[in-house]
Structure formats: structure tokens, C-alpha cells
């Protein structure tokens, strides 16, 4: 998913929202993205958790990197099946975020990504395509033309948010709970639901010693992170 601009945009925008909010602009600033980061690399215990940052995001703007608003984001992936369409994630990510917290991030949220299996297509939804020019009185106008949409990631979206937010996190965590469309051959993503997300604030704990760990890890290991440039 890191892999592809559009999906990560989608999935990491409520923390960079958090990190610039209005009127800022999220993606006023392109990232650099560090993945599965050893917590040790950051000078913290090795035995808390989480053991590693799934991501570990510094937004930087032509020279000036923001160390400032260092995000540390908590990811889980579900996998409904159409057998067990309700299966969740082995661990929910609560511990894990409390200790971003505690460890100091200057932003902290959690990311469950649902990519459920595929439903047959008698199964999926017909959405009428409406033209652009209403009709003589005002009304839609049907094309004639359909979008074709598997609806098991909405669904099962919908029903990791209700788990999230059953968690009661603390109001400085914000969470992304996306529904990720497989295409037919099951090696790309085609397709992401909007919605279910809430928006952090900075972490009241945050501390000078975590910003300046992460900025000596990325001066002295640069190749941690990957530059990730949100327009061309």
C-alpha cells in the first residue's frame, strides 16, 4: 500500500490533517516515510511496545524538514472472508498507540486496513452512472451506464469502525479504518471507501528528546525513509 501514492494518501490523511490543521493544508507538505522502524533505532526500550513503528512519517517542505510534526501511526490489517466476514484483527492496537503516546510522538494515530475476500459479481452493486446536464425539469438523468462496486469493504469498514470506537481511545489519537477493493487477480488495489476516520491532536506528552531521536535517525540512516511527493 505504501507503495502506491493514491492508497497512501487515503489512508494517512487524517494524521497529516492533525498535524496541519486549518488552515493548513495537509498535503502542503510532501513525507518522508520510514517502515517498521525498531523502536531501538529511536533510543527506546526495546522490550515496550510497540516493538517497531509501522510508520513513521516526517513531513518535510523544499529544505525544511518538520521534525516537529514527526507522525507515529499504528497499523492492523483485517481480512474478512466471506465465510467469516466478521474476523478482526489478532490485536486491536490499543496498547500500541498508548505507547506512541507515552514514547513522546508529537502525532500518534492507528490505521486498521480491511482487504476482504472478493464477492462474486451476482453479489456486487449496480449504481446507475446520472448525467451531468439535469433533465427539462431539474431531475437526474439516467445515462443508462452502471458502476459496478463490491460492497464487502464498505461493509466491513463500517464494522471496524464500531470496534474502534468501542476502544474509546484518547481524543489525541486519530484513526483511519479504510475498506481496500483487490482488483481480479489479487496483486493491486483498485479501490478505497471514504469516511470512517477521526482527527488527532498533538500528543500532550510530546517531548524534545523523541523529535531529536528522530531527526539523528534520519540524519544518520537516511535509507530508513522513502521521499514520497505528493504532486509531480
Known sequence: MAESRTS?????????????PYP????????????????AKLGLAP?????????LIV?????????????????KVVRPSMKRPGRNANAMGRSQVEGLLRDGFPYVGLVHVSVPERLPPDLHWRVPVMSGKPGPNGELVDTGDYYVVDPFPIWSA?????????LKLP???????????????????????????????????????????VQKL????????SLVRWYD
Open 59 to 75: 513531513p518535510f517542505s523544499g529544505e525544511l524538514a518538520r521534525f516537529d510534526r514527526t507522525i507515529a501511526i499504528e497499523a
Open 24 to 39: 493548513e493544508k495537509a498535503f502542503s507538505h510532501d513525507v518522508y516515510l520510514g517502515i517498521n522502524i525498531p523502536r
Open 171 to 213: 481524543s489525541e489519537v486519530g484513526y483511519r479504518v479504510i475498506g481496500m477493493t483487490l482488483s481480479a487477480d489479487g496483486n493491486r488495489f483498485c479501490g478505497n471507501t471514504i469516511g470512517e476516520w477521526r482527527i488527532g491532536t498533538r500528543n500532550p506528552r510530546c517531548c524534545q528528546e523523541r523529535i531529536h531521536s
Open 8 to 20: 497512501l494518501a487515503a489512508t494517512i490523511h487524517f494524521a497529516l490533517d492533525a498535524a496541519f
Open 218 to 225: 534520519f540524519s544518520e540512516e537516511p535509507h530508513l525513509f
Open 47 to 55: 522490550n515496550q511496545r510497540p516493538g517497531d513503528i509501522d510508520y
Open 158 to 166: 463500517e464494522r471496524q469502525e464500531r470496534r474502534l470506537m468501542a
